[in-house]
């Protein structure tokens, strides 16, 4: 509920005494002592400790499974950067020394990149990496494989992955060309009309992965990093991409009653 309704932990804490349904949701009995913002913030650090989030996005995952809507034939990957406070106002005087400069076009973004692998037919979370903003695409691309697909999909920013030394067995990778390449295509050719097909083709595959990343951001409201550290940012990547697979498709649930 803390992530769905972008709460912080006194906003939580406040939720429980003032919404009957947050409580019974909660199942926290009516007269029951109610978890303040201390109670909260030890169990955060409980399911980060124990690898929880992770446990969440597979148990959402096993449970779409079982109603065919995640499969495993295919997995689209691509990565986005995620912001954090550049100020140092802070008690060591000094920004997140785990977050770092990116470069995006012209501009500079201080930060974390979340990685993710998704289902390439229905566009759902399957792996989620969290990592300094950085590091390079293509370095986590092949650590975003569940390990039974037999295609992947990303953008020109991973190509050569299927030549490094992580590449995976099996795999066949479709990676979008260069953007100065795919421009300077002769539409009236008839070789290089096909080639632009195929690209179109492709970027509508690989455009399923941006839908996940837009729920977070946009319905989840998370264009910032909340805490310090990866570790701690990483957890709670994890649990909205949990969250964000349940909401694409939250209408099919409610019609099988799941």
């Known amino acids: 509920m803390q992530q769905w309704f972008t709460l912080s932990d006194p906003?939580?804490?406040?939720?429980?005494?003032?919404?009957?349904?947050?409580?019974?949701?909660?199942?926290?009995?009516?007269?029951?002592?109610?978890?303040?913002?201390?109670?909260i913030l030890r169990f955060r650090h409980r399911l980060e400790k124990h690898k929880l989030a992770e446990q969440i996005l597979l148990t959402v995952n096993e449970l779409l499974s079982k109603q065919g809507l995640l499969l495993k034939a295919g997995t689209a990957v691509d990565a986005t950067l995620i912001p954090a406070p550049c100020a140092t106002k802070n008690k060591d005087k000094a920004r997140d020394p785990e977050m770092h400069s990116s470069k995006k076009?012209?501009?500079?973004?201080?930060?974390?990149?979340?990685?993710?692998?998704?289902?390439?037919?229905?566009?759902?979370?399957?792996?989620?990496?969290?990592?300094?903003?950085?590091?390079?695409?293509?370095?986590?691309?092949?650590?975003l494989m569940h390990g039974e697909e037999t295609v992947a999909f990303g953008d020109a920013g991973y190509q050569g992955i299927d030549k490094r030394p992580d590449a995976r067995t099996g795999v066949t990778w479709h990676i979008a060309m260069r953007p100065g390449k795919r421009k300077a295509l002769d539409k009236e050719n008839e070789a290089d009309a096909l080639?632009?097909?195929t690209e179109k083709f492709k970027a509508g595959i690989r455009a399923k992965v941006e839908?996940?990343?837009r729920v977070i951001k946009r319905q989840f409201g998370f264009v910032k990093v909340r805490y310090r550290g990866l570790k701690k940012n990483t957890a709670q990547l994890v649990t909205l991409f949990a969250l964000s697979n349940l909401w694409m498709v939250r209408s099919k649930l409610m019609v099988t009653g799941a």
């Open 195 to 197: 080639i632009e097909q």
């Open 105 to 143: 076009g012209n501009q500079w973004y201080f930060g974390m990149k979340a990685h993710i692998g998704v289902d390439s037919d229905s566009g759902l979370v399957h792996t989620v990496r969290g990592t300094s903003g950085h590091v390079g695409d293509v370095t986590e691309g092949n650590s």
């Open 11 to 39: 906003a939580m804490q406040e939720a429980f005494f003032d919404t009957p349904l947050y409580r019974e949701f909660a199942q926290l009995e009516e007269f029951s002592r109610m978890p303040d913002e201390s109670t």
């Open 211 to 213: 839908h996940p990343f």
